[in-house]
């Protein structure tokens, strides 16, 4: 067997396979032997016809077909082992020649991943602060959750009281589109409907109205609305001082509670900051680096996408063909639209696959098996779902662990945090 090799973009390898003659009759005199079994030949008992009757019974070309179907495997996994190469998948037969007997297959190799000097990335950081206008945004809201509502027994609506209105507005079509009693603060809060505001404005207690308002989203078109008001109220907003502080936690001071709001702002900006800074460093390295991989291995990340839409839109109740039917697409559109997102998703899971390896980064069973016990307790499955559905689960855990872990030392290494690097462990492959 005589194997020669074509190096292609993209992770992938054509291989040239040409058997030897001898081999290739050896294995077409095993196929006549199968159709003498399985055929009657005229003057000979099943299985004993010779193989030259055989030849001339079903053609050369036939036995040849059937002859490279039996070889083809065969032959692929002795010329992966001959190249000591382990692909990515399956390989892809491209041609086959019958004479001489030739096969030509596209393999995938497994992905190839460079950092470059990772270790050199920095970002600056530099996590916001709250500002002061923040801070009053929420001692505002403060006020307004412990405003004193005083209801009047009369009077008229007016802005700066909160108004109770019984609607019901009805469509050019006479259907309803909105029957409810509704509370706001005329002038200060956006009504329900818009355009509201200014009709009810001057209205009397429990006095109704009938009127037009614009439909909201439909140019044109106009929603008849009955209203009658039936509460007013004034909202007396506290004052912003001590007073107010005490009322809404254990606090003696407007100063305290003002530092308190000012903690907590800091942690939830810090939070939202440390998120965006992980995923720019995230970036800044899958834009250093030089990645390879296999078309087969996008395809697979699309896959991965569409299923997911599937669960999703499952979880509300549709379908994903009537997900597409609507937005007049086909699947194939639906995996044009993706492919983009998939990439970019692949290349940043590859750079992290490949920094936890030259991190020296690992996930310990005993990690992996508390999170699958818990994610086996919180399904609620029986033992023999549970069994098919392990494996899956299991390399998801460990998967997701192992990204995590390989992300937060990016940042350690970007804030310039890291520990000295450790022994280089080499590329996600060495395959050529």
């Known amino acids: 067997m005589r194997v020669t090799t074509e190096p292609l973009p993209q992770r992938q390898v054509a291989l040239t396979i040409e058997v030897e003659p001898e081999r290739v009759e050896q294995a077409m005199r095993r196929v006549a032997r199968r159709l003498s079994e399985r055929y009657d030949i005229p003057g000979f008992r099943r299985g004993r016809a010779p193989y030259e009757v055989i030849l001339r019974t079903f053609g050369r070309e036939a036995l040849l077909e059937e002859a490279a179907e039996d070889l083809s495997q065969e032959v692929y996994r002795e010329a992966l082992d001959q190249l000591g190469l382990d ?27 460079r950092l470059g000097d990772y270790r050199s990335l920095r970002l600056p950081y530099a996590p916001p602060q709250p500002t002061e206008a923040q801070i009053m945004e929420v001692l505002e809201r403060l006020r307004r959750d412990n405003a004193i509502i005083e209801p009047l027994s009369e009077g008229m609506a007016a ?13 050019e079509e006479g259907k309803v589109v909105l029957e409810e009693e509704v509370s706001f603060l005329l002038g200060q809060e956006e009504p329900p409907l818009p355009g509201l505001a200014e009709p009810i404005t001057g209205m009397a207690l429990n006095e109704r109205r009938t009127f037009d308002l ?38 003696e001071t407007l100063e305290q509670l003002k530092a308190k709001i000012r903690d907590d702002l800091a942690a939830h900006l810090r939070r939202d900051y440390d998120a965006d800074y992980a995923m720019r ?6 834009a250093q ?3 390879e991989f296999p078309p087969q291995m996008l395809e697979e990340e699309i896959d991965e996408l569409v299923s997911d839409l599937r669960r999703t839109l499952r979880r509300r109740g549709q379908e994903l063909e009537e ?20 990439e970019a998703r ?70 310039g945090e890291a520990e000295a690097r450790p022994e280089p462990a080499g590329s996600l492959s060495s395959e050529a």
Do not use: C, N
């Open 87 to 113: 692909p990515y998948g399956p390989g892809r037969l491209e041609q086959l020649r019958l004479e001489p007997l030739t096969f030509k297959v596209i393999v995938p190799l497994k992905p190839e991943v």
């Open 346 to 415: 692949l290349r940043r899971g590859l750079a992290l696959t490949q920094l936890a390896r030259e991190e020296g980064l690992a996930v310990s069973e005993e990690e992996v098996e508390a999170e699958a016990r818990a994610v086996q307790e919180r399904l609620q499955v029986s033992a023999a779902i549970w069994e098919q559905i392990a494996p899956q689960v299991v390399a998801d855990i460990r998967s997701r662990i192992l990204a995590d872990r390989a992300l937060r030392r990016l940042v350690e290494i970007v804030r």
């Open 214 to 251: 614009p439909a909201p989203g439909a140019e044109g078109k106009v929603l008849h609305v009955e209203a009658a008001v039936t509460g007013l109220a004034r909202y007396l907003l506290p004052d912003l001082d001590d007073a107010l502080a005490q009322t809404v936690g254990d606090f």
């Open 281 to 286: 460093a995230l970036e800044a390295l899958v």
């Open 323 to 342: 997900h597409l039917k609507a937005r007049g697409q086909t699947l194939e559109d639906l995996r044009a639209e993706l492919r983009l997102q998939a």
């Open 159 to 171: 802005p700066g009281l909160m108004v109770t209105v019984a609607l019901k507005a009805t469509d």
């Open 289 to 291: 680096a030089e990645i």
